[in-house]
């Protein structure tokens, strides 16, 4: 069974760091690009930040862009994203989400909270 | 620009009617788009892929169509279990943007 499972949310300071995690299990990792999507409460669906299989190639929502860093390490089966500068409006639930055949979204996790409040 | 729009923002229907949403990208997407369910307290879950492909396991009532910049999910006849936030993605080129959703209800 294809599982994703996320840790690393918290409560933080605005300019605060933090680094989220998803453990995935049930399929070949390296295989399959992988994104973070992340949810504000009572929001819809944002797309943050999403990386290739081999990890060579990583894209970011405008919003995020030089702030978030998206990485891999298909050794050990385990997506990272690191978020600096934190931002009230950063403040969501942070999923990750396996790729399907290209950039479609089949599998997601059940996220892990980030809070940032002063 | 990778603006999503989707329409209507929400809907009321009731069991059995067929219940139409659309979805228009700001450039060509080709058929690069996806369509996701979110219940509430859930997390979402891919029904349609390539514009038209009904993910494994998706009721045939759901069905998509489109492409370039306009398309649309259609569910054939409500049901209660139906009852959810409907979200459109992109997901040609990055940035993978999300559809604002449309929420679908019973009158």
């Known amino acids: 069974e294809v599982q994703l499972l996320e840790s690393g949310g918290g409560l933080l300071q605005p300019g605060g760091s933090l680094r989220l995690s998803c453990a995935a299990s049930?399929?070949?990792?390296?295989?399959?690009?992988m994104s973070w999507v992340r949810q504000a409460p009572g929001k819809g669906l944002e797309w943050v930040s999403g990386?290739?299989?081999?990890?060579?190639?990583?894209y970011y929502a405008d919003s995020v862009k030089g702030r978030f860093t998206i990485s891999r390490d298909n050794s050990k089966n385990t997506l990272h994203l690191q978020m600096n500068s934190l931002r009230d409006e950063d403040t969501a639930v942070y999923h990750c989400?396996?790729?399907?055949?290209?950039?479609?979204?089949?599998?997601w996790g059940q996220g892990t909270p980030v809070t940032v409040s002063s | 620009d990778n603006q999503m729009t989707q329409s209507p923002s929400s809907l009321s229907a009731s069991v059995g009617d067929r219940v139409t949403i659309t979805c228009r990208a700001s450039?060509?997407?080709?058929?690069?788009l996806a369509w996701y369910q979110q219940k509430p307290g859930k997390v979402p879950n891919l029904l349609i892929y390539?514009?038209?492909t009904l993910q494994s396991g998706v009721p045939s009532r759901f069905s998509g169509s489109g492409s370039g910049t306009d398309f649309t999910l259609t569910i054939s006849s409500l049901q209660p279990e139906d009852v959810a936030t409907y979200y459109c993605?992109?997901?040609?080129?990055?940035?993978?943007?999300f559809g604002p959703g449309t929420k679908v209800d019973f009158k």
């Open positions: 450039q060509d997407i080709r058929n690069y």
């Open positions: 993605q992109k997901y040609n080129s990055a940035p993978l943007t």
């Open positions: 990386i290739s299989g081999t990890g060579s190639s990583t």
């Open positions: 989400a396996k790729g399907g055949g290209w950039w479609e979204l089949p599998v």
């Open positions: 390539a514009a038209s």
């Open positions: 049930g399929f070949t990792f390296s295989s399959y690009a």
